[in-house]
């Protein structure tokens, strides 16, 4: 997903799409400890990796946590409002972090520690994370028994065969396409072919694609292996849509839900309220709880305003969070630096990476040499900087973030970690061996408070190098769409990208496939490299999650070190915090912020 | 009278009808694609097409605004959210949610800060402007002329944060900011209320402390008030019955662009206290570049200004019957 995406980058950055991915960090991660010890916590973490559990992992319900008792009223502070409930709507973090309360999927990701480190994906509404007999092209689940819709009826195959249909009518726009897109067989829009218009005019997918041969069974059958499947099964957007209750658009704002909490009032843009689901079955869930009288959410709270209340600790606000509001980045060292404020705080990684692109299609940047000049002279304090520091932050060696299978923390062919302000001596001699020193360099940047701020010492940088840098803002809301745009004249520019599930399959095609160059598309730098493409669909078919994750790193590194058409510049983090009188507050790599399941009242 | 509100209201419609054609063209006429904002990551040219179609935004400019300019007048039902009751500014692109209903929604708690705000820097803003020229030349008027000096001089994104800090989180004086419908609590109502109605008046408060000062003074000084007083009457009577009158017709007509600013939505106020008004909306809208939106605030918030100098026109017409022969 783009952090950003293509949506209005301004002040929010809401739309920067997804979440469901394992992050690693250790509480107080961001105290700055020093990066090697935590580049290899985070490298442990990953050999770990997340398996596939069975149908005893599956059962439910979910171990208790330590201390909590039911009850209580929590306030959840966030900035922007829900834009949508619909789960086939839904794909952005705060929507996904909500999404685990309120909705359930075949399989989801269950902690299998009580640190929020290490998980499993399990069957959530399915017995286990579902089983395939052909290396991933059949996909078999078995709905459990019990489990129902906040109405009391029962939910059956038929519910999950219309949740699928219906992501193929024209309404749905907004969530993940995965799927969608593995069941027809073919990459971009043209999935939509399929069922054009959804099950609402009497059409179903073919049993050759999907089949549910009792009320219990659905069976996906792909053209090709899809190992994934489990990983993509888990995200928000593939939970469960009621065929009863569906009201098409209207469900967007009045869904049916089967998760333990339901919504009883909500006013867009002002405040929900959640209630407890009495039809929820704690033995048929091993993921959730449900300890909380209620949640009662309030928007508009920026992150200044969330964290001062917070901090206030008075009140309702001795029981008050923010599932997406970060600490502000200017009380960010206060909190951490107070021992009192600080026990009251978690923090880990979000699921992005931030890169700098080059452009590819400008002539001057086809100069390998060039682009090497710029990957050495590029300092990335700036950015740093500018977003929080090293708390916030942290500097990057490849495209893969700490959060994705494949992580080589070792990894850093410039040398940014130990020269994050650049090289501008080596640079220099690079350009000079080009015979290009004093060559423009068009750089666009965001116009942002931190966009004005990184990029005018991203260009001092660079002209220490030798290079003749022209600043080019570009406006907040139309950011992603200029830079996406093939023909733009800008010969760098800065985005960032999160994996969906915490796989490289869902950063290296997207970004790098040089046959997804179009108007639009997330191959900003127009990288089309004849071996990325033929690694890129070998990767794609290897089933064993460890090989392929050697596979997608390999791509990473010949990306970064042989080609040099994207510079990682960070892995971004956050610090949450949440009132004193909250207990269960955990840091979940795979939501990447707090784990609202867990949450109670002391 | 009657002809004097009808020549008023009938401009007002013509001004609101430009308004409407400008603020089309300029909004859907403009070359960003609304469409790339809900493509997704995924985007392709064909997805986007798909969008173009459910948003309609695939049909000609002059089509687009004929369907719009219906749609306010009568309605529309081919949307595929559902049907959209005149007066239909459409659905947003962003929520999903009916425009004018957001609006309606949005609506209580601007008219509240705005009415409220009003209520206090008329009462304190004119209270002591008056005071001040009743009292000119000493230490009180020197006071009072100061203290406005410097607070008009304030920001409300600086008093607002400020009064939140000492007054809710220090000494834990007020309630934080919050809307709570007037019908529903109001003594939640008022106490979510206090501090950004304080705050708020506190600018336009300082503002009219001096207008009202200079006003009456200027006052004052006519010879009708001088006359009056060559007469043998009171002080207190002349300053009340004949210069307060006069003193107040620039200040109605202020206040009434006061008001009808804010009732538009008094953007700074309404983000710094995170409250969900029209001037947050506003906001919002820009945010998402959500056009539909963005152009049902601009027209209401065009529609209130428009009103309210219809209502201050009237107002100035009733305190100077010179506006209604001219």
């Known amino acids: 997903m783009g952090k950003g995406g293509r949506h209005a980058y301004a002040a929010i950055s809401l739309l920067a799409a997804g979440a469901l991915v394992l992050t690693g960090c250790s509480e107080g991660g961001?105290?700055?400890?020093?990066?090697?010890?935590?580049?290899?916590?985070?490298?442990?973490?990953?050999?770990?990796?997340?398996?596939?559990?069975d149908a005893k992992a599956s059962t439910g319900p979910a171990e208790e946590v330590a201390g909590a008792k039911p009850g209580g009223t929590i306030t959840v502070l966030q900035r922007d409002s829900f834009a949508h409930l619909d789960p086939g709507q839904i794909y952005v973090s705060d929507e996904m972090a909500l999404s685990q309360l309120i909705h359930r999927g075949?399989?989801?990701?269950?902690?299998?520690?009580?640190?929020?480190?290490?998980?499993?994906?399990?069957?959530?509404?399915?017995?286990?994370?579902?089983?395939?007999?052909?290396?991933?092209?059949?996909?078999?689940?078995?709905?459990?028994?019990?489990?129902?819709?906040?109405?009391?009826?029962?939910?059956?195959?038929?519910?999950i065969r219309?949740?699928?249909?219906?992501?193929?009518?024209?309404?749905?726009?907004n969530g993940p396409t995965y799927i969608q897109q593995w069941m027809a067989d073919t990459p971009g829009a043209e999935y939509r072919s399929l069922l054009k218009d959804g099950p609402y005019k009497g059409k179903h997918l073919p049993d050759t694609v999907l089949e549910t041969p009792d009320d219990k069974t659905i069976v996906f059958k792909f053209k090709s292996a899809k190992p994934d499947l489990p990983y993509a099964l888990a995200m928000a957007g593939y939970s469960i849509v009621s065929e009863k209750n569906d009201t098409k658009e209207k469900y967007d704002k009045e869904p049916m839900t089967a998760g333990p909490y339901k919504i009883q009032e909500f006013k867009s843009g002002k405040s929900m309220t959640l209630v407890k689901n009495t039809n929820w079955a704690a033995d048929t869930d091993p993921i959730r709880r449900q300890y909380v009288d209620q949640f009662n959410f309030q928007f508009n709270k920026q992150y200044e305003d969330s964290t001062k209340a917070i901090l206030d600790d008075s009140g309702t606000n001795a029981t008050a969070v923010s599932f997406s509001n970060q600490v502000d980045a200017g009380n960010l060292s206060k909190v951490l630096g107070d021992a009192s404020m600080k026990s009251r705080t978690i923090s880990g990684y979000q699921p992005y990476v931030g890169q700098m692109n080059i452009?590819?299609?400008?002539?001057?940047?086809?100069?390998?040499?060039?682009?090497?000049a710029i990957a050495y002279a590029l300092p990335v304090t700036p950015f740093v900087r500018a977003y929080g520091g090293t708390d916030a932050m942290e500097v990057a060696g490849g495209l893969i973030s700490p959060t994705v299978s494949g992580y080589d923390a070792s990894f850093d062919p410039f040398g940014k970690k130990?020269?994050?302000?650049?090289?501008?001596?080596?640079?220099?001699?690079?350009?000079?061996?080009?015979?290009?020193?004093?060559?423009?360099?068009?750089?666009?940047?965001?116009?942002?408070?931190?966009?004005?701020?990184?990029?005018?010492?991203?260009?001092?940088?660079?002209?220490?190098?030798?290079?003749?840098?022209?600043?080019?803002?570009?406006?907040?809301?139309?950011?992603?769409?200029?830079?996406?745009?093939?023909?733009?004249?800008?010969?760098?520019?800065?985005?960032?990208?999160?994996?969906?599930?915490?796989?490289?399959?869902?950063?290296?095609?997207?970004?790098?496939?040089?046959?997804?160059?179009?108007?639009?598309a997330s191959n900003y730098s127009h990288i089309n490299d004849s071996k990325v493409n033929a690694d890129i669909d070998k990767a794609s078919t290897i089933t064993d999650p460890v090989k392929a994750a050697e596979a997608w790193n390999a791509i990473n590194e010949y990306i970064v070190k042989d080609v040099v058409s994207n510079i990682p510049t960070a892995y971004y983090k956050q610090t949450q915090i949440a009132g004193s009188g909250l207990g269960g507050f955990v840091y979940d790599d795979v939501i990447g912020g707090v784990d609202p399941r867990r949450l109670f009242v002391k | 009278m009657l002809r004097f509100l009808f020549r008023r209201i009938l401009g007002s419609i013509v001004i609101l009808i430009l308004l409407t054609v400008v603020a089309?063209?300029?909004?859907?006429?403009?070359?960003?694609?609304?469409?790339?904002?809900?493509?997704?990551?995924?985007?392709?040219?064909?997805?986007?097409?798909?969008?173009?179609?459910?948003?309609?935004?695939?049909?000609?400019?002059?089509?687009?605004?004929?369907?719009?300019?219906?749609?306010?007048?009568?309605?529309?039902?081919?949307?595929?959210?559902?049907?959209?009751?005149?007066?239909?500014?459409?659905?947003?692109?962003?929520?999903?949610?009916?425009?004018w209903s957001t609006l309606?929604?949005?609506l209580p708690l601007t008219v509240s800060l705005a009415l409220g705000a009003t209520v206090v820097f008329l009462f304190v803003g004119l209270g002591t402007g008056m005071i001040a020229a009743w009292r000119r030349g000493t230490l009180v008027d020197k006071s009072f002329t100061a203290g406005s000096m410097v607070l008009s001089s304030m920001q409300i994104y600086f008093l607002g944060p400020l009064a939140m800090a000492v007054l809710v989180y220090q000494t834990h004086l007020f309630d934080e900011p919050r809307y709570t419908e007037l019908t529903k609590d109001p003594v939640a109502w008022f106490t979510g209320l206090i501090i950004p109605?304080?705050?708020?008046?506190?600018?336009?408060?300082?503002?009219?402390?001096?207008?009202?000062?200079?006003?009456?003074?200027?006052?004052?000084?006519?010879?009708?008030?001088?006359?009056?007083?060559?007469?043998?009457m009171s002080r207190r009577y002349v300053f009340f019955r004949y210069a307060w009158r006069g003193s107040l017709i620039p200040i109605v007509t202020i206040i009434g662009i006061d008001l009808s600013s804010m009732l538009g939505g008094a953007i700074i106020t309404e983000y710094t206290f995170g409250l969900p008004g029209l001037g947050h909306l506003a906001v919002e809208s820009v945010q998402f570049s959500d056009l539909p939106l963005l152009l049902g605030v601009m027209l209401f918030a065009a529609a209130v200004i428009l009103l309210c100098n219809i209502v201050v026109d009237a107002v100035y017409a009733v305190i100077d019957p010179r506006v209604r022969l001219s």
């Open chain 1, 359 to 372: 452009n590819l299609s400008q002539k001057e940047m086809q100069d390998k040499t060039v682009r090497e």
């Open chain 1, 418 to 520: 130990k020269k994050p302000a650049g090289d501008p001596a080596k640079a220099k001699e690079l350009l000079d061996k080009a015979g290009k020193s004093g060559m423009k360099l068009t750089f666009g940047y965001i116009n942002t408070p931190e966009g004005q701020q990184y990029s005018t010492a991203m260009a001092a940088g660079l002209e220490k190098a030798g290079f003749d840098v022209q600043r080019q803002e570009i406006p907040a809301e139309t950011y992603y769409d200029q830079v996406s745009r093939v023909k733009n004249n800008f010969d760098i520019f800065h985005t960032a990208w999160g994996a969906d599930w915490p796989s490289a399959s869902t950063v290296i095609p997207p970004l790098y496939d040089g046959r997804q160059i179009q108007d639009g």
């Open chain 2, 197 to 232: 109605w304080v705050v708020l008046s506190t600018i336009f408060a300082a503002q009219y402390t001096r207008m009202a000062r200079s006003s009456m003074i200027e006052q004052l000084q006519e010879e009708h008030v001088r006359t009056a007083r060559a007469k043998g």
């Open chain 1, 30 to 53: 961001s105290e700055g400890t020093g990066n090697d010890k935590q580049d290899k916590e985070n490298a442990e973490r990953q050999q770990a990796g997340i398996e596939f559990g």
């Open chain 1, 162 to 173: 219309h949740t699928f249909e219906r992501l193929f009518a024209p309404f749905i726009s």
């Open chain 2, 104 to 106: 309606l929604d949005r």
């Open chain 2, 24 to 99: 089309f063209l300029l909004f859907f006429g403009m070359p960003r694609d609304p469409a790339l904002l809900m493509c997704g990551k995924t985007c392709t040219p064909e997805a986007l097409e798909n969008i173009h179609r459910t948003l309609g935004i695939d049909k000609s400019i002059p089509e687009q605004f004929w369907i719009f300019i219906s749609g306010l007048v009568a309605g529309r039902d081919d949307f595929s959210q559902g049907p959209c009751p005149a007066p239909c500014f459409g659905y947003s692109y962003h929520t999903n949610e009916q425009v």
């Open chain 1, 106 to 159: 075949l399989t989801g990701y269950k902690a299998t520690s009580d640190d929020g480190k290490e998980h499993e994906v399990v069957g959530d509404l399915a017995t286990d994370s579902g089983t395939t007999t052909d290396g991933g092209k059949t996909w078999k689940y078995t709905l459990k028994d019990g489990i129902k819709w906040a109405d009391g009826s029962a939910i059956t195959s038929a519910d």
